[in-house]
């Protein structure tokens, strides 16, 4: 009688554990406070260490407030004990913001295995491989995205993205075309006339960009590469009015400045020209503290046009 009290009070001790467990857990679900959804997450796993809802809900909370290593350990507990397709892609995408390529490709692998038909987790395949530099991969990846979603245009973008990194430039010009006729917004024009500026295609570039403002007249970096578009096909006027107004978005923009103080120097202001330099080298480098042209190691016009843009610095340099 007393063995069947023992096992009567046992029981009804384990309820009441299980259910206060999960109202902590409730709770959290609950709560649009992440340090508090965590503290309830510690409380019921505390009650019920094997709580995995609450290993994932923690894990949740603990990525989106940057401890990228906590989510990965609450993910990890759970894949050991009972894996699944999103507990695999969760970890993926922690790994992944600790530019941990490797470990994230291999965790949005297993997610897709799981389950076929997650293509996020594809998708995010894709992103891990573009970035560990297997851009064969991630063609067909992003491939396999579009067979399944040809209305993704992000998969789109990547896979010419790909595409462009392999120096298959028809490939990827196909591949942002694609986007273009999905899409036909100012995004699409954008995003190809950026990559026709990277092959020198200026006067298609300038189109894009056209139609990109067109649609969207607010789209401050349409105007900075118009004018960049403009300022190549030997359009100094144009380019001029573009880079102010590019200006007019964010005063600070010093690509824009340097845009001006070429646009100056090939109209052959040079006092304008030396006062714009002075501006964009003053806001990249406020305490003068670097000297020479890596100053400007930052700068579009170091990073996209080096070669032009080592010319321009000799001559800005000396004014």
Same mark, same amino acid.
């Given at each position: 009688?007393?063995k069947?009290?023992?096992?009567?009070?046992?029981?009804?001790?384990?309820?009441?554990?299980?259910?206060?467990?999960?109202?902590y857990l409730r709770?959290?679900?609950?709560?649009?406070d992440?340090?508090?959804?965590?503290?309830?997450c510690?409380q019921?796993?505390?009650l019920?260490?094997?709580?995995?809802?609450?290993?994932?809900?923690?894990?949740?909370?603990?990525?989106?407030?940057?401890?990228y290593?906590?989510?990965i350990?609450?993910?990890?507990?759970?894949?050991?004990?009972?894996?699944?397709p999103d507990?695999?892609?969760n970890?993926?995408?922690?790994?992944?913001?600790?530019?941990?390529?490797?470990?994230?490709?291999?965790? /949005?692998e297993?997610?897709?295995?799981?389950?076929?038909?997650?293509?996020?987790a594809?998708?995010?395949?894709?992103?891990?491989?573009?970035?560990?530099?297997?851009?064969?991969?991630?063609?067909?990846?992003?491939?396999?995205?579009?067979?399944?979603?040809?209305?993704?245009?992000?998969?789109?973008?990547?896979?010419?993205?790909?595409f462009?990194?392999?120096?298959?430039?028809?490939?990827?010009?196909?591949?942002?075309?694609?986007?273009?006729?999905?899409d036909?917004?100012s995004l699409?024009?954008?995003?190809?006339?950026?990559?026709?500026?990277?092959?020198?295609?200026y006067?298609?570039?300038?189109?894009?960009?056209?139609? #990109?403002?067109?649609?969207?007249?607010?789209y401050?970096?349409a105007?900075?590469?118009r004018?960049?578009?403009?300022?190549?096909?030997?359009?100094?006027?144009? #380019? /001029?009015?573009?880079?102010n107004?590019?200006?007019?978005?964010?005063?600070?923009?010093?690509?824009?400045?340097?845009g001006?103080?070429i646009?100056?120097?090939?109209?052959?202001?040079?006092?304008?020209?030396?006062?714009?330099?002075?501006?964009?080298?003053?806001?990249?480098?406020p305490?003068?503290?670097?000297?020479?042209?890596?100053?400007?190691k930052?700068?579009?016009?170091?990073?996209?046009?080096?070669?032009?843009?080592?010319?321009?610095?000799?001559?800005?340099?000396?004014?």
């Amino acid at each position: 009688m007393k063995k069947q009290l023992i096992i009567t009070a046992l029981l009804i001790f384990s309820f009441t554990t299980f259910a206060q467990a999960n109202k902590y857990l409730r709770q959290a679900e609950r709560s649009t406070d992440l340090k508090e959804r965590i503290k309830l997450c510690n409380q019921a796993i505390a009650l019920e260490p094997k709580n995995l809802d609450a290993y994932f809900l923690r894990g949740l909370a603990k990525n989106d407030l940057g401890d990228y290593y906590g989510a990965i350990v609450d993910y990890s507990k759970i894949i050991l004990l009972d894996p699944d397709p999103d507990t695999y892609y969760n970890r993926g995408n922690s790994r992944y913001a600790l530019q941990d390529f490797e470990g994230a490709k291999q965790d /949005f692998e297993k997610a897709f295995e799981l389950d076929p038909y997650f293509i996020d987790a594809l998708y995010s395949l894709g992103c891990a491989q573009y970035d560990l530099g297997e851009y064969e991969d991630a063609v067909k990846t992003f491939g396999k995205v579009s067979v399944a979603d040809p209305m993704n245009t992000k998969a789109i973008y990547r896979r010419a993205d790909s595409f462009n990194a392999l120096k298959q430039y028809r490939n990827a010009l196909n591949s942002y075309t694609l986007a273009v006729n999905i899409d036909r917004n100012s995004l699409a024009y954008y995003n190809r006339g950026v990559f026709l500026m990277s092959i020198n295609y200026y006067k298609d570039a300038l189109s894009d960009f056209e139609k #990109a403002i067109r649609r969207d007249n607010n789209y401050s970096h349409a105007y900075f590469y118009r004018g960049t578009a403009q300022l190549f096909l030997g359009d100094f006027v144009k #380019a /001029f009015g573009d880079y102010n107004t590019t200006l007019k978005f964010d005063t600070l923009d010093f690509d824009a400045m340097l845009g001006i103080a070429i646009t100056n120097y090939k109209m052959n202001d040079l006092r304008n020209a030396k006062l714009f330099f002075e501006k964009a080298s003053n806001i990249l480098d406020p305490n003068n503290t670097i000297k020479g042209i890596d100053k400007y190691k930052n700068t579009y016009w170091y990073t996209n046009q080096n070669y032009y843009f080592k010319e321009m610095y000799q001559a800005l340099i000396n004014l």
